[in-house]
């Protein structure tokens, strides 16, 4: 979710569903300690709670970003052990740290010792050939014994070499059953899936079998489908009743933002898809997508899209 679960999506996200935790994009260890802290891990209070990603190898500057994350607020620190892109390979970090247990466990241990709050780990259920379920339970086995009590699996294995981080999203299949048999191979453990969840139902249907429920693209192309999680999975009442009503939410934080110097196509890109498969949902995304770039767009941009789709009923 590079470049798409920035503050600003995550401050929008966070309106639709009190309960949901957020997680940041991933963020290297490396431009942690040695770059811009505040660019990188500042964040609004409203979006708790929130989980910092972090891309790594080093024991010991893991163990430092972490620190400075929880020192910032972070609710969790969560170690990617999941993304295949050919750039955090040539880094030494993401998916292909499942070939290397040990060195993820003292990841891990580092982190856990440096902070209060959790730390995780997001995998895959496999890499290239190494994809047996006896390899993966080892990997899960290993890290657990470091520390690690909550594992957030990605469903498909990865293929290092020869697809694309995109197809490495579609061609492997999803096994669901994988991520199931984990958990009940470490019961202690929290177990939360992801990978090609597309709706509540979906959701509804995996947590008969593990602890949580990981969304990515679906929550981002139509984050719509979060205005519903507080009542359908928590029992709680949801925030918000309309699409409209959303964007209304929103627009205060976007009149803040832009007094402070952003530009409306920052801000804008991360509605694109509330009135996703309604009447008029077209034209909103087309109105923005022309006007939202131009130097002077304002608010005006997102009340006149808005006009362009009809209100629907509030959902009960």
């Given at each position: 979710?590079?470049?798409?679960?920035?503050?600003?999506?995550?401050?929008?996200?966070?309106?639709?569903s009190?309960?949901?935790?957020l997680?940041?994009?991933?963020?290297?260890?490396?431009?942690?300690?040695?770059?811009?802290?505040?660019?990188?891990?500042?964040?609004?209070?409203?979006?708790?709670?929130?989980?910092?990603?972090?891309?790594?190898?080093d024991?010991?500057?893991?163990?430092?970003?972490?620190?400075?994350?929880?020192?910032?607020?972070?609710?969790?620190?969560?170690?990617?052990?999941?993304?295949?892109?050919?750039?955090?390979?040539?880094?030494?970090?993401?998916?292909?740290l499942?070939?290397?247990p040990?060195?993820?466990?003292?990841?891990?241990?580092?982190?856990?010792?440096?902070?209060?709050?959790?730390?995780?780990?997001?995998?895959?259920?496999?890499?290239?050939?190494?994809?047996?379920?006896?390899?993966?339970?080892?990997?899960?086995?290993?890290?657990?014994?470091?520390?690690?009590?909550?594992?957030?699996?990605?469903?498909?294995?990865?293929?290092?070499?020869?697809?694309?981080?995109?197809?490495?999203?579609?061609?492997?299949?999803?096994?669901?059953?994988?991520?199931?048999?984990?958990?009940?191979?470490?019961?202690?453990?929290?177990?939360?899936?992801?990978?090609?969840?597309a709706?509540?139902?979906?959701?509804?249907?995996?947590?008969?079998?593990?602890?949580?429920?990981?969304?990515?693209?679906?929550?981002?192309?139509?984050?719509?489908?979060?205005?519903?999680?507080?009542?359908?999975?928590?029992?709680?009442?949801?925030?918000?009743?309309?699409?409209?009503?959303?964007?209304?939410?929103?627009?205060?934080?976007?009149?803040?933002?832009?007094?402070?110097g952003?530009?409306?196509?920052?801000?804008?890109?991360?509605?694109?898809?509330?009135?996703?498969?309604?009447?008029?949902?077209?034209?909103?995304?087309?109105?923005?997508?022309?006007?939202?770039?131009?130097?002077?767009?304002?608010?005006?941009?997102?009340?006149?899209?808005?006009?362009?789709?009809?209100?629907?009923?509030?959902?009960?």
């Amino acid at each position: 979710m590079m470049e798409w679960t920035d503050r600003h999506y995550r401050y929008f996200a966070r309106l639709l569903s009190r309960r949901v935790r957020l997680y940041t994009e991933m963020v290297t260890s490396a431009a942690i300690v040695h770059g811009d802290r505040a660019r990188l891990l500042d964040f609004d209070a409203a979006e708790h709670p929130l989980a910092l990603q972090l891309g790594g190898s080093d024991p010991r500057e893991l163990a430092l970003a972490a620190r400075i994350g929880a020192d910032r607020g972070y609710d969790e620190i969560n170690l990617n052990c999941g993304c295949p892109s050919d750039r955090v390979q040539s880094g030494r970090f993401g998916a292909c740290l499942m070939a290397e247990p040990a060195l993820v466990a003292d990841c891990v241990a580092a982190m856990q010792a440096a902070v209060a709050v959790p730390v995780t780990v997001k995998c895959r259920i496999g890499i290239d050939l190494r994809d047996s379920y006896e390899e993966l339970a080892a990997f899960v086995s290993t890290i657990a014994a470091a520390g690690a009590r909550t594992v957030i699996v990605h469903a498909r294995k990865a293929w290092l070499q020869g697809l694309s981080p995109k197809e490495n999203r579609e061609i492997p299949p999803l096994h669901y059953p994988t991520v199931y048999r984990l958990k009940q191979d470490f019961p202690a453990l929290r177990i939360v899936i992801n990978g090609g969840i597309a709706s509540l139902d979906a959701c509804t249907a995996h947590l008969e079998h593990v602890d949580g429920v990981m969304l990515g693209r679906a929550a981002y192309h139509d984050p719509w489908l979060l205005a519903r999680v507080d009542s359908r999975l928590f029992g709680d009442t949801d925030p918000l009743r309309t699409r409209h009503e959303a964007l209304e939410a929103f627009l205060p934080y976007v009149e803040r933002e832009l007094a402070h110097g952003r530009r409306l196509c920052q801000l804008s890109r991360h509605v694109l898809g509330l009135f996703h498969g309604c009447p008029g949902g077209k034209r909103f995304r087309r109105y923005i997508a022309e006007h939202a770039y131009r130097a002077d767009a304002g608010m005006g941009v997102l009340r006149a899209a808005a006009a362009l789709v009809a209100r629907e009923p509030p959902h009960p």
